[in-house]
C-alpha cells in the first residue's frame, strides 16, 4: 500500500472540499458582490478536482473506490455535475421560463443523488477504508434525505400563508447537508490522512 499517496490524495482532497465549505459559508454575502460569479466557479472547479482526485487517487491504493469502474464512473459524475450545474444556471438565468427551471429542478436534484449513492456505497464497500468512517459519505447521503424532507412535511402540513415563516430553517436545514459534504467530509478526509503513517523503510545490517 503506497500510504504516502492515500496520504496526500486525502489531504489534498479535503483541503478542496473545505475551501468549498468555506465559500459555501460566504455565499449570502457574495450575493450582490463583484467578482461573486467567478468565486462560484472557482469553487465548482475545485469541488470537481477534489472528487476526481479522491476517485482516481495518487494511485490505486489512495482512491476511496479502489479505481473499482462503477465507483470512479459516480464520482466523475458527481464532479462534473458540479460544473454543468453552474454553467445550466447562468445559461437560464436571463430568459428561462418556468417550466425550464422546473425541468432543471428534477434533473439537478436525481442525478448528483443517484450518482452519490453510487458512489457512497462503493466507499463503503472499500474494504481498505479504516471503519466506520468509510461509511461517512453516506451518513451524510441520511442527512440530505432528512433535510429534504423535513420541509416537505412542513409543506403538506402547513398553510400556504404559513410556509414563508419557514425560511430560516428551510435555509439552515439546507446549509447543514451541504455544509455536511464538504466542510464535514473534508475535515475527515484531513484527519485520516494524518494518520497514514509512511511506509517504514527496511534497515539491513551492514556486511
Known sequence: MSRRSRQRTWTYGGVGLILCGVVETVQPGLNASVGSDAVRAGSAVVFAASI????????????????????????????LWALAAFAITRALEPTADDAAWN??????????????LVAAAQIGRNEDLPRPWRWAPMWVLGLYAVTW??????????????????????????????????????????????????????VYPAG
Request: charged share 10%; aromatic share 8%; proline share 5%.
Open 103 to 116: 425541468v432543471y429542478g428534477y434533473v439537478s436534484l436525481l442525478v448528483p443523488a443517484a450518482a452519490a
Open 149 to 202: 424532507a423535513i420541509p416537505q412535511i412542513i409543506f403538506v402540513t402547513e398553510r400556504p400563508e404559513n410556509i414563508q415563516g419557514f425560511a430560516d430553517l428551510f435555509r439552515m436545514l439546507g446549509s447543514l447537508a451541504s455544509l455536511a459534504g464538504t466542510l464535514g467530509l473534508g475535515i475527515l478526509a484531513i484527519v485520516l490522512a494524518a494518520k497514514q503513517r509512511p511506509e517504514s523503510v527496511a
Open 52 to 79: 476526481l482526485l479522491f476517485a482516481f487517487g495518487l494511485s490505486r491504493d489512495a482512491s476511496v473506490v479502489g479505481r473499482r469502474p462503477l465507483g470512479v464512473a459516480a464520482l466523475t459524475l458527481l464532479a
